[in-house]
């Protein structure tokens, strides 16, 4: 996408550029910081930014659906995340090239479970549909309807940020969908702070839907993006932040402590990155709060997440249903203070 109308080319968007009136909207805080944190469970069911949609602050991820997952290990996650009181599935149209949406789709016929879910596809990355332009982003939404067999996705985000599209293009193709009853709201993934602001000024320069949430990398080894000048902007945009790679491929569930767990491990690859120094003594820190809390450190590491401002629903993928059990126990997990304390020094 290229830069808004209005805006020259090349001129800075930093936050502070745009109009003060702009980035005035109330904000909805989703959780606290550690500072002023108190003791006791998260509250459950978030609202998404300034929606109307409001999730159990716990997102299933399907991204291993169709890839590692097969048909029948698929139904068995997505039947045990409804079990548990999930209600909020993520995925795309490029997952397993399509195959994630249709597993999707085809369980919630057989359960007669749509009207009990919020659906989020995201759309950019596929090889039939590349791109954010308003051909490509049209005909990716109605593949994903007819895969998902739903009349309507409930959250739609731009997979990528397409420097190549202006943004009127691809803002005027979303608002399309949405006027037209097939998409309820959207918003974006890796964006900068920066492409946000510009995508709401020419929202509404245009007269657009603007966006409502957004999902970029956030977890304990990965802060310094979103608690900088993306938080900021998230903030006065007032968008629902879901993080991505919560569990940071399974590392802050303690599942890799050594090489060799990383063996034949289809996630081990991205593991791998986080078995270092830093990576040990944050994993510690979760232990000890896990240990002290009699609970499993994928909890403690997805607690720690919906305790940060902004936050509404961590994204998670599992290989196993009863992965979910430690996964789902998160937003009634009550970190206070002392435990939050001690993740925010491991991890700084």
Do not use: C
Not at 11 to 26: D, E, H, N, V
Not at 49 to 69: D, E, K, N, Q
Not at 111 to 121: F, K, Q, V
Not at 124 to 134: F, Q, T, V
């Amino acid at each position: 996408m290229s830069d808004a109308p209005g805006i020259p080319p090349g001129a800075s968007l930093a936050p502070s550029a745009a109009p003060a009136a702009l980035l005035s909207a109330p904000s909805v805080p989703s959780a606290t910081s550690a500072a002023s944190a108190a003791t006791g469970p998260i509250s459950v069911h978030r609202r998404v930014g300034s929606s109307s949609l409001r999730v159990f602050p716990i997102a299933l991820s399907g991204a291993s659906f169709g890839w590692t997952a097969d048909e029948r290990a698929t139904r068995s996650i997505l039947d045990r995340f409804l079990e548990l009181g999930g209600d909020f599935i993520d995925t795309a149209d490029s997952y397993a090239g399509g195959r994630s949406e249709i597993m999707i789709g085809n369980w919630m016929r057989r359960r007669g479970a749509r009207d009990r879910l919020t659906i989020a596809t995201k759309v950019g990355k596929s090889a039939d549909n590349p791109g954010l332009s308003a051909r490509s982003v049209t005909a990716a939404v109605t593949a994903s309807l007819s895969r998902l067999g739903v009349e309507a996705i409930d959250l739609l985000y731009l997979h990528v940020d397409d420097p190549t599209v202006p943004f009127d293009e691809t803002l005027a193709a979303v608002d399309g969908l949405i006027r037209a009853g097939k998409v309820r709201h959207f918003g974006g993934s890796h964006h900068t702070a920066d492409r946000l602001v510009a995508a709401r000024i020419a929202s509404g320069q245009l007269g657009f839907a603007s966006m409502v949430a957004l999902q970029n990398q956030y977890h304990l080894l990965h802060r310094d993006e979103v608690e900088g000048a993306l938080g900021l902007v998230a903030a006065q945009l007032d968008l629902g932040i879901m993080p991505r790679f919560a569990l940071a491929a399974g590392f802050l569930a303690g599942r890799y402590r050594t090489r060799a767990d990383l063996e034949g491990s289809a996630r081990g690859a991205t593991a791998s990155r986080y078995l270092n120094r830093r990576g040990l003594r944050v994993l510690s820190a979760v232990d000890r709060v896990a240990d002290d809390l009699g609970t499993h450190p994928a909890a403690v590491s997805l607690a720690w997440l919906l305790s940060r401002p902004r936050v509404v629903a961590p994204v998670v993928g599992v290989s196993a249903p009863e992965q979910l059990d430690a996964v789902m126990a998160a937003p009634s997990l009550g970190l206070g203070r002392h435990e939050l304390t001690e993740l925010d020094r491991a991890s700084a």
